[in-house]
């Protein structure tokens, strides 16, 4: 099925429609990371709050709202068979406003990075091609099941706590800090598969090699499981040879509880992904604070 921009009528989106392109639901994640990786730099945040308040801002509604509309422009083909309500596909978003909003949105996402200084100039720049390398041809890492969803966590957790951490310690983040970023980045990817379980249809239609399409359900449900669970048993073995024991343990206690609900999960992933992402998310990115305080709490600012 493909959607043909003739058909519609309207020519100016609806302002609602516009909103929902951008997904602020989406946003959480990388505002979470970047607060995250603020935390761990070890300065206070009260010392530069604009820094803080202005690369929260940039993290979720500026550079993933960018991304959503870039990826919601990119994908129109694929939700008029997976989700035809869209801004896109059901016509509230017309003609090509949803790729002219996207490319205001990467220009916007830059300039407002420049205010950041280097690092945050740089992570910006990084973040931007991120989001058109997912979705847009000729990459298009979406089509992979294994690039995809990596790129995203990385996009979505590691990019924004190195960024949070940078630009709150105007330098090259600490090794510890780095290494945390890079776990919960790499962890995500089993986030973001999960997440693929609600396209699985149209994804198969259009040739989207997706874990749930090329592994099945069952099986990419327990890749994704491996995938979020062996990273923060990374983080947890790091933080106890730094000598934090206790934020380990607290860890360890939140990876419990994502098991037990992966338990459930598994006796129906097709079904039970959606909610999965409601309730085993949360716990994991409560663990990426209890480790962002467990680095603050050893002064590696440099």
Known sequence: MSVS???HTRRYPEPAAMLRLIKPVTWFPPMWAYLCGAVSSGVPLGSQPGLVV???LL???IVCGMSQAANDWCDRHVDAINEPDRPIPSGRVPGRWGLWIALAMSVLSLAVGSLLGLWGFIATMAGVAAAW???AEPLR???SGWWGPGLVGLSYETL???TGAAILAQSLPSGPVILTALLYGLGAH???TLNDFKALEGDRQTGVASLPVTLGPDRAARVACWGMILPQLGVIGLLVSLDRPVHALAIGALVGLQLLAMRVMLRDPKAKAPWYNGTGVLLYVSGMMVAAFALRSLGVAP
């Open 160 to 162: 924004p706590w190195f």
């Open 190 to 192: 089993g986030i973001m």
């Open 54 to 56: 202005l690369g929260i």
């Open 141 to 143: 890492l979406k089509k």
């Open 5 to 7: 921009l003739s058909l």
């Open 59 to 61: 993290a979720g509604p």
């Open 133 to 135: 390398a997912y979705s």
